[in-house]
């Protein structure tokens, strides 16, 4: 008998751990399997903020934290949010969490009720959709294509907007397309905010280090959205601190006490030797993290040279954040090692099993037409996947 509740019922596992598991499980069947399935970089964590960490240990941190994070860590990432964003937020508007993904949960929680309606433009990270739907809104999904390099235009939005919409919610730089939105994109998109104003924008920019373009804005920047603008970040991507689970937002007072009564009863304050270690990272000088920047842009290449190798992919240049999502619809209807390829799931799943390559379909982004590949790997394994890819496609 199935007690579980309707809505775990209908809650979908997450499509990047569930490839991740899969992966796993074939890996531990000595399949030699190559993960491009992971937003997870493959450095490890700078010294000097393992350093922090260990100092401290040292100096026995091991109490509870408070619920919306250390004064000293909202401090530096008060000055973090001037020093990058040109952004000014008071202590009592910044919430450190477990993880960005956390800070998003919040978010939508506060402000989501049921019937209520966010605006995704498609692609987007893959737990938005089902975080909206937690709460009892209603994703409304705005497709958009490689021609406009996977950005929603103005008018775009504004045909998806109803009396019951009640937030905007996007990544830029982007998971899963890397494309990043610029000054002048935003700022049309806030003109037609400027005649919803129940609208609320939640503005993920977790990968905003990760950028190859040269020019970052965000959404907060403008005047007349700063108090209608959730921005959120952490240190998983940039920091390559994925496992230490700290993310934070910046917000409207009301907006960030909300998500502090929240989290006071779900997961409290995050860790305290993580949260150490991230005044470190956050206090340090952008440049101490450029040799992995440097290196992402150099996997970019190579990864898009190697895309563009095979027939069918059809890919956009992405700007930032560290994945390719290229559109592979024309081998939908082919059969190929046997079987009848429908869809991108049908096509991640025929890497893995037939290429031994874990990818991500991009149905879990809301475009079925895509697949995500990640190219937080190394240059061989790059190389080697895309050689496997190639034989089984040309077979």
């Known amino acids: 008998m199935n007690q579980l509740s309707d809505q775990v019922n209908r809650l979908q596992t997450s499509a990047t751990l569930a490839m991740a598991a899969k992966a796993r499980e074939l890996k531990a069947e000595g399949k030699d399997i190559i993960g491009l399935s992971l937003g997870e970089p493959d450095f ?209 007072s009301y907006i960030a006490k909300a998500c502090t009564k929240l989290q006071g009863q779900v997961t409290s304050g995050a860790n305290c030797i993580a949260q150490r270690a991230v005044i470190a990272a956050l206090d340090a000088p952008v440049d101490e993290i450029q040799y992995m920047i440097d290196r992402f842009k150099e996997r970019r290449k190579l990864i898009l040279d190697l895309v563009n190798q095979i027939p069918g992919f059809s890919s956009n240049v992405p700007e930032g954040a560290f994945y390719v999502f290229p559109n592979v619809s024309s081998y939908f209807g082919k059969e190929i090692k046997g079987r009848t390829i429908k869809d991108a799931s049908d096509f991640s799943m025929l890497l893995l099993e037939e290429a031994n390559v874990a990818t991500v379909t991009g149905k879990a982004f809301g475009n079925p037409d895509c697949i995500r590949i990640s190219y937080a790997a190394s240059e061989s394994d790059i190389k080697k996947a895309f050689k496997r890819i190639k034989e089984v496609l040309t077979s």
């Open 44 to 252: 490890t964590t700078p010294e000097f903020i393992k350093k922090a960490a260990i100092e401290a240990i040292e100096a026995d941190y091991h109490s509870y934290t408070p619920v919306d994070g250390y004064k000293e860590l909202k401090e530096s990432i008060q000055k973090k949010f001037k020093r990058d964003n040109q952004l000014d937020y008071n202590l009592d508007q910044i919430v450190v969490s477990t993880g960005a993904k956390q800070s998003l949960y919040n978010v939508a929680n506060a402000i989501l009720n049921p019937g209520d309606e966010v605006i995704l433009p498609c692609p987007y990270w893959v737990s938005y959709s089902d975080i909206v739907q937690l709460t009892g809104a209603k994703p409304v999904e705005v497709t958009t294509t490689i021609d406009s390099d996977f950005k929603m235009s103005a008018e775009e939005l504004e045909k998806a907007i109803t009396p019951k919409t009640k937030m905007l919610w996007y990544s830029s730089p982007c998971n899963p397309s890397g494309s990043i939105y610029s000054e002048e994109e935003l700022r049309s998109l806030a003109e037609v905010l400027k005649k919803h104003p129940q609208i609320i924008v939640v503005s993920d920019e977790i990968y905003e280090h990760i950028n190859f373009s040269g020019h970052k804005f965000s959404m907060a920047q403008i005047d007349f959205m700063k108090d209608r603008t959730v921005t959120v970040n952490g240190v998983s991507k940039a920091f390559s601190m994925t496992g230490w689970r700290i993310g934070f937002i910046g917000a409207p």
